[in-house]
């Protein structure tokens, strides 16, 4: 069965994220949390440097309707330059009214809510935030309740 998920890159805050993630939606790491310092070595690469061998080389987080939330480090001292914009949302349909109310709350402290929830001209209940860590969530409940 194919899956989609979302992948997300961090400058040194990897960890940091998820665990706030875990938190909002509970559940486990899938097969924890790889570090970079766990990665072999590799001909003509050079050595990881001290600073980054604790840093997040692969996390994956189960968390609404199968989709899987994955990450990792991508720090200016191996060539990335992580740049957080608009252009990517993730979008959570929960069940219930209760649940969104309960994600929305937790996943915009600290953070900044663009849209409040509120009932919506198609008949659902919609809102936006953006999380302490630069990502941006869309929430679409249909359920009445």
Same mark, same amino acid.
């Given at each position: 069965?194919?899956?989609?998920?979302?992948?997300?890159?961090?400058?040194?805050?990897?960890?940091?994220?998820?665990?706030?993630? +875990?938190?909002?939606?509970?559940?486990?790491?899938?097969?924890?949390?790889?570090?970079?310092?766990?990665t072999?070595?590799?001909?003509?690469?050079?050595?990881?440097?001290?600073?980054?061998?604790?840093?997040v080389?692969?996390?994956?987080?189960?968390?609404?309707?199968?989709?899987?939330?994955?990450?990792?480090?991508?720090?200016k001292?191996m060539?990335?330059?992580?740049?957080?914009?608009?252009n990517?949302?993730?979008?959570? +349909?929960?069940?219930?009214?209760?649940?969104?109310?309960?994600?929305?709350?937790?996943?915009?402290?600290?953070?900044?809510?663009?849209?409040?929830?509120?009932?919506?001209?198609?008949?659902?209940?919609?809102?936006?935030?953006?999380?302490?860590?630069?990502?941006?969530?869309?929430?679409?409940?249909?359920?009445?309740?």
């Amino acid at each position: 069965m194919a899956t989609v998920s979302t992948y997300l890159n961090f400058p040194r805050s990897t960890e940091e994220a998820f665990m706030f993630y +875990q938190s909002v939606f509970g559940g486990e790491f899938m097969g924890g949390i790889m570090r970079m310092g766990d990665t072999p070595s590799e001909d003509g690469r050079p050595p990881l440097d001290e600073n980054d061998k604790n840093l997040v080389m692969h996390v994956a987080l189960p968390i609404l309707g199968g989709h899987v939330l994955m990450g990792t480090d991508a720090p200016k001292s191996m060539g990335f330059t992580v740049t957080f914009g608009n252009n990517v949302y993730i979008n959570l +349909q929960p069940d219930t009214r209760i649940e969104t109310d309960e994600l929305f709350k937790k996943l915009s402290e600290d953070g900044k809510v663009e849209m409040p929830l509120e009932e919506m001209f198609w008949g659902d209940y919609f809102g936006s935030c953006e999380d302490k860590f630069g990502v941006k969530w869309m929430f679409n409940c249909a359920s009445k309740t």
